[in-house]
């Protein structure tokens, strides 16, 4: 059984009366999975009116009542992970154990966010007169209105969610149209662990037209995005002018660097398993790799190997270990990166097309002697495909890492310590991982700089984007 779909506005599920409705589709079948209603204008102004009146009250809660509720969604989060995972294979196409993993993760979200929401401090600064009490306060933003995408919609969701909750506001979300079970079971999850009518709404309709009008309502006061560059730069831009706080997560083109000294076969096997990961659409998914000259023939044969190993079909089947990408777009586009890579003279190493006619199948595909301005050097590539290069000096492969406007993650194998400190200071990445992958856990902050965005999602600073300083000074 699919996921009964609907909106979720002021602690009610809705679905029918009327409303348009869209397909949500199998990734790996085309197949019509079920019906997503819109949300109509006067849903948009139910939610922005319940978010708001239940912020009077919200607010005002003990950061103990609001971190029960978290505990209770962490602990329900782990009772429901396979029946949410295994929709979120349905609707995303990821492998089932990829999906339950989503969701399983998450519950640790939950809990950190029920641990740390307790201790959002103040201080107080000594004061320049006798009699004088000075106090920093931070008092939640108000009703925040988020917009997350479809490679983790659980994932992406609950993250702005807790962040939101557990600092004492209030939120809205428009969840990814393409793969929408998940955020409709998160609204479950909230709803059945006492959450408040109106401290979590969920609406659905064409991305555009929901996040302009949520972003002009003067009741909303924070958005958080995550998705691609140039939609990140819109809805920052018009944030922007009205003055709005943002967090933003968007795109990244993660440089990979491999050093002659590394351990070649574990870096390869490594970052294969990393970047096919989700058929390659995580915005931290190695995209670039560039390796020692002397090292790069090994490299690139166990790193084909492993990517030639991976069987790719239906997420539903256990055997599978990488799945369709999300929607026929995604298809489209990473032909395009590789005709691009092939006319400017590249080699398809392996894979570089489509698997079959039905569902959204495209092969793990590995580029070589690929020219640093071929659109999968520049652009990100949000697939299955990736290119390998050589180089001559370390500050040549950090200078070519750095050359993009992103900078979210970054990877490099080494065994020398001085490299490794070469590497991590000399990075533009909001993530510098070196020799394992170990981002996007509760407790540690996740985020980029440059176009890549801004703002942080977990760590201790997971609140700092939903919360006010107000300084108090005050005089007997
Ligand atoms: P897209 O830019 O059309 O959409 C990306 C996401 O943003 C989708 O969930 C979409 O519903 C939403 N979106 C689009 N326009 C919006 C708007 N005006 N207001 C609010 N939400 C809006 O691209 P796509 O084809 O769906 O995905 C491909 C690109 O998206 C990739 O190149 C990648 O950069 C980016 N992406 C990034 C992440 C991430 O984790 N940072 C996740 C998903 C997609």
């Not at 023939?297 to 084909?304: S, Y």
């Not at 950090?398 to 979210?408: D, I, S, V």
Request: aromatic share 8%.
């Amino acid at each position: 059984m699919y996921e009964e779909l609907g909106l979720y506005i002021d602690g009610e599920f809705i679905r029918g009366g009327g409303r348009r409705e869209q397909d949500v589709l199998n990734p790996a079948t085309d197949e019509v999975l079920g019906k997503l209603p819109h949300a109509s204008t006067e849903d948009l102004d139910r939610a922005l009116a319940a978010a708001q009146r239940a912020f009077e009250t919200w607010r005002k809660t003990s950061p103990l009542e609001r971190s029960a509720i978290l505990r209770k969604v962490g602990t329900l989060t782990r009772e429901r992970a396979e029946a949410i995972g295994r929709n979120i294979t349905l609707d995303q196409g990821k492998p089932l154990a990829e999906a339950i993993g989503e969701v399983t993760t998450c519950a640790e979200h939950a809990d950190w966010h029920a641990e740390e929401c307790r201790r959002i401090y103040g201080r107080v600064i000594p004061p320049r007169l006798d009699g004088v009490r000075q106090l920093v306060v931070r008092e939640p933003i108000g009703v925040c209105a988020a917009f997350t995408p479809w490679n983790f919609p659980f994932n992406q969701a609950i993250r702005k969610i807790v962040a939101a909750l557990g600092a004492g506001c209030t939120i809205i979300v428009k969840g990814p149209e393409d793969a929408p079970s998940a955020v409709v079971a998160l609204a479950r999850l909230f709803h059945d662990a006492g959450l408040p009518a109106g401290c979590l709404n969920v609406v659905w309709g064409v991305p555009h037209e929901v996040s302009e009008y949520l972003i002009h309502s003067p009741i909303v006061r924070k958005i958080s995005f995550t998705g691609s560059v140039p939609v990140g730069k819109q809805l920052a831009a018009l944030a922007g002018s009205l003055m709005k706080r943002c967090t933003m997560e968007l795109g990244g083109h993660s440089p990979v660097i491999v050093c002659d000294d590394a351990d070649l076969e574990r870096s390869a096997k490594m970052v294969a398993a990393l970047k096919f990961r989700n058929a390659g659409q995580v915005c931290v998914s190695p995209s670039r790799i560039y390796v020692g000259k002397p090292a790069y023939e090994r490299f690139v044969e166990t790193f084909v190997a492993a990517a030639e190993k991976i069987k790719v079909g239906d997420g539903t089947d256990p055997a599978t270990r990488m799945g369709p990408l999300a929607h026929a777009r995604r298809v489209t586009s990473m032909g395009e990166f590789v005709g691009d890579a092939s006319e400017r003279g590249a080699t398809v190493l392996t894979g570089g097309a489509r698997i079959g006619e039905r569902g959204n199948f495209f092969a793990p595909t590995v580029l070589a002697e690929v020219p640093d301005d071929a659109m999968v050097m520049t652009s990100e590539p949000f697939g299955p495909v990736i290119p390998v290069t050589r180089f001559d000096s370390l500050e040549e492969a950090l200078a070519r890492a750095n050359r993009l406007p992103y900078g979210l993650a970054s990877y490099a194998f080494t065994t020398s310590l001085r490299n490794a400190h070469l590497i991590s200071n000399g990075l533009e990445a909001g993530m510098v991982n070196i020799n394992h992958f170990g981002m996007a856990l509760a407790e540690t902050p996740f985020g980029g700089i440059k176009d890549s965005g801004y703002g942080s999602e977990g760590g201790t600073e997971t609140f700092d984007g939903y919360l006010n300083t107000k300084f108090i000074t005050q005089m007997a």
